[in-house]
């Protein structure tokens, strides 16, 4: 197997500060952080920084050695007008590619749809995205996450059409198992490159499914990650997401993740 990096998505880390992620990461023995623009969250980048205030996080990244494993950027690419998100992403691009990522995460879209028409705007919107991202030489990650996104098929639909080959899949198991699909199943039906990766798991509360610390989940990873080992030299990003114990559930997972992967 080849070396493995580790990082964390930063969606749980969203109430914590950047500079106390970065020195959680350190501590943890990570070296990579990842980004996200959203705004309101004191603990994520806002859409709208400036220059003076990427300087300073940079500044900051530098100060604990850490680089950026990945970035996410915003868009609804289901919305009618897609022209518009595609270029408010493409301005998120231009300001994540400061922190020079690996790879940057987008989502398909958030609206009630799956006409044939959405798909063909979601592929286009991919496909000039990917092309804006290749400027900056960066790999560009569709993430699985329900809607547009449930299946293999749909996402093997979505990147079929956009078509370029800075482009693959973010594949967050997780995310299969909470809208009904087999992760392992889909992971074998992807057509293309996997990408970036995302690691929690899901238990059930009743009837209902909630995210979970990997070791207190229902999926089972051995599969997953012996594929993975076979096809895939990316990050594995643990994402655990419960802000109220982010620190202890955030390690547990990466120990977790390291024993299962015998590191």
């Known amino acids: 197997m080849n070396r493995i990096n580790f990082t964390s998505s930063p969606w749980g880390f969203r109430n914590v500060f950047f500079?106390?992620?970065?020195?959680?990461?350190?501590?943890?023995?990570?070296?990579?952080?990842?980004?996200?623009?959203?705004?309101?969250?004191?603990?994520?980048?806002?859409?709208?920084?400036?220059?003076?205030?990427?300087?300073?996080?940079?500044?900051?990244?530098?100060?604990?050695d850490m680089k950026c494993a990945s970035f996410n950027v915003n868009g609804d690419f289901m919305m009618p007008d897609f022209e518009a998100e595609i270029d408010k992403c493409c301005d998120e691009i231009d300001k994540a590619a400061k922190f020079l990522?690996?790879?940057?995460?987008?989502?398909?879209?958030?609206?009630?749809?799956?006409?044939?028409?959405?798909?063909?705007?979601?592929?286009?919107?991919?496909?000039?995205?990917?092309?804006?991202?290749?400027?900056?030489n960066l790999t560009v990650a569709l993430e699985n996450h329900g809607g547009l996104t449930t299946t293999a098929e749909q996402v093997n639909r979505i990147l079929d059409g956009a078509n370029e080959p800075n482009i693959g899949l973010n594949y967050d198991p997780a995310n299969f198992f909470m809208y009904g699909v087999?992760?392992?199943?889909?992971?074998?039906?992807?057509?293309?490159?996997?990408?970036?990766?995302?690691?929690?798991?899901?238990?059930?509360?009743?009837?209902?499914?909630?995210?979970?610390?990997?070791?207190d989940g229902v999926i089972d990873f051995t599969p997953i990650l012996k594929r993975l080992g076979e096809i895939y030299t990316g990050f594995y990003a643990i994402e655990y997401e419960d802000t109220s114990d982010v620190f202890d559930g955030s390690i547990d997972d990466l120990d977790t993740l390291k024993k299962m992967l015998n590191i």
């Open 19 to 64: 500079e106390d992620q970065l020195k959680w990461l350190s501590s943890s023995g990570i070296g990579y952080y990842c980004g996200q623009f959203f705004a309101g969250a004191s603990g994520l980048f806002d859409p709208d920084m400036t220059e003076n205030e990427i300087s300073v996080a940079l500044k900051k990244a530098g100060k604990y």
């Open 101 to 136: 990522p690996k790879v940057l995460i987008v989502f398909a879209g958030w609206q009630k749809r799956k006409d044939e028409e959405v798909y063909q705007q979601v592929s286009f919107s991919l496909k000039h995205i990917a092309r804006h991202a290749a400027k900056y």
């Open 182 to 215: 087999d992760p392992f199943k889909a992971l074998m039906e992807i057509k293309h490159p996997i990408v970036f990766t995302h690691f929690k798991s899901v238990k059930f509360d009743g009837n209902v499914k909630q995210y979970c610390r990997i070791k």
